[in-house]
């Protein structure tokens, strides 16, 4: 987000790139350690610092006239799915779950040491003798 912004020639009040960072290691860690009641304070706190991101480059995207039509559509797009993650819940319908691959869903494997993936499952048709692809479909949902 930080970076789309400078790119579109927007400057930042302030970016929290080194909160942001440790904030995402905290996560990591204690998602892995199953301290819930501590990962949540810290996925709050990057909801916050999302919020702030959002509404500063939101204010800030009128005034820039020196990026391109390209540049802000873009810069748009992306802010349109952070926001969308910013309010989604838990217990949310058609989550989003990655910026740079809106099509991507959690599919439910059912085994002990791995339960999710994201993804998007796809089907692949090769043939016998030489396993040549001869033909590919992707199952949007989860099938």
């Given amino acids: 987000m930080v970076a789309a912004a400078r ?26 350690a199953k301290q819930f009641k501590r990962l949540r304070k810290v996925v709050k706190r990057q909801r916050t610092i999302l919020g702030i991101l959002l509404r500063e480059v939101g204010r800030k995207i009128a005034q820039a006239s020196e990026a391109t039509a390209l540049t802000l559509t873009n810069l748009q797009a992306l802010m349109q799915r952070a926001e969308r993650i910013r309010s989604q819940r838990p217990k949310d319908k058609n989550k989003f779950y990655a910026l740079h691959a809106p099509e991507v869903e959690c599919i439910d494997k059912g085994k002990a040491r791995k339960p999710y993936e994201f993804c998007v499952k796809v089907s692949v048709a090769v043939t016998h003798r030489q396993g040549l692809m001869v033909g590919a479909r992707s199952f949007t949902g989860n099938p």
Avoid at 7 to 32: D, M, N, P, S
Wanted: charged fraction near 25%; hydrophobic fraction near 40%.
């Fill in 7 to 32: 790119r579109a020639g927007i400057a930042l009040k302030q970016t929290f790139v080194k909160e942001g960072g440790a904030l995402r290691r905290k996560a990591g860690g204690y998602a892995h």
